[in-house]
């Protein structure tokens, strides 16, 4: 028996599954009637747009409901699309023309499919919420709920989840968290799912492999031209849209060919400027965050701390809406989320501020 077997009878509830359309939602969907709940399949309509993702495609909602049919669920599509608009899509243009490098599968996350979607079930009277997202829920011995790692730490996605709170913890179930990708893909086969061997989405769902950022931003927000120069404020290069840099970025800034790697430390949109420098010079000591949010009660102190959705956790302390890290640390881009982590458990986290 694998780690993504139906498992042991929990009481039966009604479920709202969020179906995506690819093979983590199909599976965990099978698994939930497997454990004998009730089982109602939705697919949420985001992105009206172009996409060749493997998200938001007219394609994927024809392959949750494939599914949905062949597990014998009813199966609904929500558009959301207006919620999409309002909390993804617009606030990252407004952050690219701020010079920040936003996260918007976080925003997604907290605005629609854990906001926007939880109201939903709650207000139709589902007991709880499913996705297909690699993580745990724990229960701690005090009754309070986290957020814990998956078992599959190469697909864990903890990360992107940090936001949630201790309702929608309690309403929350995670049929993938114990088992890996692999095994996953193996029961979509053995279950004959036209979704087993489905691509994973990567990465935003609204910018096309074809078009890419620049296009999709230039098309809404004028991009502006920038100067690039190095630490003492000598122009060493070009960059044609300042608002498509990022800190940490090495490519793309018109540099000279034959120089030590140059990195960027800082974006400046108002003077159009981007600072480059050597790796040491994107090292710092602090980090700190605001819109910190956290699963139970704020905690300062020891944690361990993941700056991207398949980064290195590292040692700090959080104090006074700072991470100081125990070791010096590369610069986070403003704008990114900063997760703090107890072992392999969500804290909470928050946006890294320029520094």
């Known amino acids: 028996m694998t780690a993504i077997s139906a498992g042991a009878a929990s009481p039966k509830k009604q479920v709202m599954m969020a179906m995506s359309g690819g093979v983590d939602s199909s599976v965990a969907a099978a698994m939930?009637?497997?454990?004998?709940?009730?089982?109602?399949?939705?697919?949420?309509?985001?992105w009206g747009g172009d996409s060749d993702s493997g998200c938001c495609s007219v394609s994927d909602v024809d392959d949750a409901r494939w599914v949905a049919d062949q597990l014998g669920i009813e199966h609904h599509v929500f558009n959301m699309g207006a919620d999409f608009d309002e909390h993804v899509v617009d606030p990252y243009i407004a952050s690219h023309a701020a010079g920040l490098t936003p996260n918007p599968c976080v925003e997604c996350n907290r605005h629609v499919k854990f906001g926007k979607l939880h109201e939903r079930a709650k207000a139709l009277g589902f007991d709880a919420v499913a996705t297909g997202h690699h993580a745990r829920l724990v229960t701690r011995e005090d009754g309070t709920f986290r957020l814990g790692r998956g078992a599959d730490q190469a697909k864990d996605q903890s990360y992107v989840l940090y936001m949630l709170d201790q309702e929608q913890l309690g309403r929350l179930m995670l049929p993938l968290g114990g088992g890996t990708k692999d095994e996953v893909r193996a029961r979509a086969a053995e279950l004959n799912m036209r979704t087993a061997n489905k691509p994973?989405?990567?990465?935003?769902?609204?910018?096309?492999?074809?078009?890419?950022?620049?296009?999709?931003?230039?098309?809404?927000?004028p991009l502006t031209p920038g100067t690039v120069v190095d630490g003492s404020g000598e122009q060493v290069g070009t960059v044609t849209a300042v608002e498509l840099v990022t800190i940490g970025q090495r490519r793309g800034l018109g540099l000279a060919g034959g120089s030590d790697p140059q990195f960027v430390t800082n974006v400046d949109t108002q003077t159009a400027t981007v600072t480059v420098g050597r790796p040491e010079d994107l090292l710092v000591e602090t980090t700190p965050l605001h819109q910190v949010v956290w699963a139970h009660e704020p905690v300062e102190g020891p944690v361990l701390v993941q700056t991207s959705a398949h980064g290195v956790p590292a040692a700090a302390t959080f104090a006074g809406g700072v991470v100081h890290w125990d070791e010096p640390h590369r610069k986070v881009a403003p704008g990114q989320s900063v997760v703090l982590y107890d072992n392999d458990q969500v804290l909470g986290g928050g946006l890294a501020l320029r520094n």
């Open 32 to 46: 939930l009637i497997e454990q004998g709940h009730e089982v109602v399949g939705v697919t949420l309509k985001l």
């Open 200 to 221: 994973d989405s990567q990465d935003v769902c609204f910018i096309t492999s074809t078009g890419g950022r620049q296009k999709f931003i230039g098309a809404r927000l």
